[in-house]
């Protein structure tokens, strides 16, 4: 019995030395990616036409515009609370311009996704290839998709990789819609088939539903965001016409003031914020990236 443990842990070094000399391979490592946040307000800017612009510059640009209008204001009022609520609503300016433009472009490209669809349906009915069908759009798709899909176009003939080509796409137009759209053609061209002008046919009629169905109810809730927006606006206008006359909004000068009116300003966002999450529909998310 004494023998039969210095036995296994001689055998036991032996295999850990005859393990040692073997290299093991590392664990594949996923790309990393950004922050969700980070995701969102990258297609927004896409989706709001400014592809160029990073989302650290529009947080500088942020910045800067929330420390510009501090500053003004403090000089022309003198009050520090009246100053901070002023820049505040500076600073938030940028990212809601951007939010505004990507959302109504996302509108009009939900009513033009599907005569781009049903413009490939009828290229591949027509004797060609898939890519050739999706280049085609590049000419004669939807004024509004051409650049894209010209730049696709280029893309695939530089490199003949139709899969590649199809996520700098994705990419380009960072759209719910051109997700699923690429994803499907994606698809196609893997497994082949005869289904392919079925899965587009089916696929134009749900856009076509979806955006009449989307068109009808944000027509009837447009005037719960407005006026959500013009009860938030009528007491700082107010206050801006207050701010006019220094003597008029000395009190706010005091910690009390301040107080009350950064209470107000809290509350007024929560209110807005309540107001337009309720009255908007969801926007679909990009779950096919």
């Given amino acids: 019995m004494t023998g039969v443990v210095p036995g296994l842990m001689f055998g036991t070094g032996l295999f850990l030395i005859w393990w040692s000399f073997w290299e093991r391979e590392p664990p594949p490592q996923r790309p990393?990616?950004?922050?969700?946040?980070?995701?969102?307000?990258?297609?927004?800017?896409?989706?709001?036409?400014?592809?160029?612009?990073?989302?650290?510059?529009?947080?500088?640009?942020?910045?800067?515009?929330f420390l510009l209008v501090f500053l003004f204001v403090y000089a022309v009022v003198g009050v520090p609370a009246i100053g901070f609520c002023f820049a505040t609503m500076a600073a938030w300016a940028p990212y809601a311009w951007v939010r505004m433009r990507a959302r109504r472009r996302r509108?009009?490209?939900?009513?033009?996704?599907?005569?781009?669809?049903?413009?490939?349906?009828?290229?591949?009915?027509?004797?060609?290839?898939?890519p050739e069908a999706v280049s085609q759009l590049g000419h004669r798709g939807p004024e509004e998709l051409r650049p894209a899909f010209a730049a696709f176009a280029q893309d695939y003939r530089i490199t003949g990789r139709f899969h590649d080509c199809l996520d700098r796409l994705k990419e380009r137009l960072s759209d719910p819609v051109a997700d699923r759209l690429v994803e499907s053609l994606r698809i196609a061209r893997e497994?082949?088939?005869?289904?392919?002008?079925r899965l587009l046919r089916t696929l134009s009629l749900f856009l076509r539903e979806d955006s009449r169905?989307?068109?009808?109810?944000e027509t009837r809730q447009a005037w719960t965001v407005n006026a959500a927006r013009l009860a938030v606006a009528a007491p700082w206008i107010v206050l801006a016409m207050l701010s006019s006359r220094p003597e008029s909004v000395q009190a706010y000068?005091?910690?009390?003031?301040?107080?009350?009116?950064?209470?107000?300003?809290?509350?007024?966002?929560?209110?807005?914020?309540?107001?337009?999450?309720?009255?908007?529909?969801?926007?679909?998310?990009?779950?096919l990236r």
């Fill in 107 to 130: 509108g009009r490209l939900r009513d033009l996704w599907p005569d781009a669809v049903d413009n490939i349906t009828s290229a591949v009915r027509a004797g060609m290839s898939l």
């Fill in 32 to 65: 990393s990616q950004p922050p969700r946040l980070v995701r969102l307000l990258r297609d927004d800017l896409v989706q709001a036409g400014y592809p160029s612009v990073t989302p650290r510059a529009l947080l500088v640009g942020c910045l800067t515009a």
């Fill in 213 to 217: 169905t989307r068109s009808e109810l």
């Fill in 191 to 197: 497994v082949g088939g005869s289904d392919l002008g």
């Fill in 253 to 287: 000068s005091s910690t009390t003031g301040a107080l009350v009116l950064l209470s107000g300003a809290v509350l007024t966002g929560i209110a807005y914020w309540l107001m337009v999450r309720i009255g908007r529909l969801p926007e679909d998310e990009r779950v």
